[in-house]
């Protein structure tokens, strides 16, 4: 694998560990931007000084952001916030590269959520490869566990798919506590956003679903966050997971996807079931026509976990 020129977009937690762990995989980063800057140099930026500016001037560079977007480099990392609808401004970011006939990598749900068959379609047209295996459970190889098996061999796909809403399922059942306390909580403790709703309202394992939906029906359909029927875990009282405790079971928020339907919605699961996970864990089941069905489980958030999924798929590209 030769050493690839990298240009990261998106200076948060995943955009920032990128561009902290590139070199040790071999890769030079030409160009990095946050939303009001961009740091470029065609033989590499001073990673430890840009960062270092970062946290203390807030801005990565003294650049437009744009200057990131037309800099020399082989591979396009689209690590900025995931929005929903037209998938702006990212969708754009990766149209200039692959019009640019570059590679694409994404950490960036909303392209292939909610554009998926417009991505694929620009993928067609260039002699760049879009690779996108940071956007459905962090750390943890689903998608190239997928591409391995070969989409038509992977009749289902299940799992827990968002950090927070485990871990706040996961403390509701272990202490008996209510939803608003253990919350409040997981908001102490950085688990959770200040807006938790993304995760709590079950939006963002839908586009985790949606996105390996897509993958699965190779095209056939193409499946959007509209497609998906979601119920968030805001409603799941305290007295319904004793109930289950009772009963040798728990609760957990399930996304799922066949080649037909995308679900995501709270569902008792055995204590002692593959899909109990707690805490912040992630756990994906494929069913598999020839290799049964396969539990992958790991950290499916977190800056440098989900960091070294986009480096791996750079390591993908040819």
Known sequence: MSGKRLAVVGAGAV????????????????????????????DG?????????????GRVGSADPEAALDADYDVLVEATPTTLGDAEPGFSHVRGALERDRHVVLANKGPVAERYADLMALERESAGEVRFEATVGGAIPVLSTVEDLRPGHVT????????????????????????????????????????????????????????????????????????????????????????????????????????????????????????????????????????GQLNISGRGAGGPETASAVLADVGRLD
């Open 156 to 291: 289902a796909a299940r799992g827990v798919l968002n950090g927070t809403a485990n871990f706040i399922l996961s403390r509701m059942a272990a202490e008996g506590l209510g939803y608003e306390h253990v919350l409040a909580e997981a908001q102490d403790l950085g688990v959770a956003e200040a807006d938790p709703a993304f995760d709590v309202e079950g939006t963002d394992a839908a586009l985790k679903c949606v996105i390996l939906a897509n993958v699965l029906a190779e095209g056939a359909r193409e499946y959007t966050l509209a497609d998906a029927d979601v119920e968030g875990i805001q409603n799941v009282p305290g007295s319904a997971l004793e109930l289950a405790a009772e009963d040798g079971q728990t609760i957990r928020l399930i996304g799922e996807c066949t080649p037909d339907t995308v679900r995501v919605s709270p569902r008792l699961v055995p204590q002692n079931a593959a899909l109990a996970v707690t805490g912040t864990r992630n756990i994906v089941q494929l069913e598999t026509e020839h290799a």
């Open 45 to 57: 930026i001073d990673v430890d000084s840009v960062l270092a500016r970062k946290g203390s001037e």
């Open 15 to 42: 955009g920032g560990s990128v561009v902290e762990l590139a070199r040790e995989y071999g890769h030079t980063v030409t160009a990095f931007a946050d939303s009001a800057s961009a740091a470029v140099d065609a």
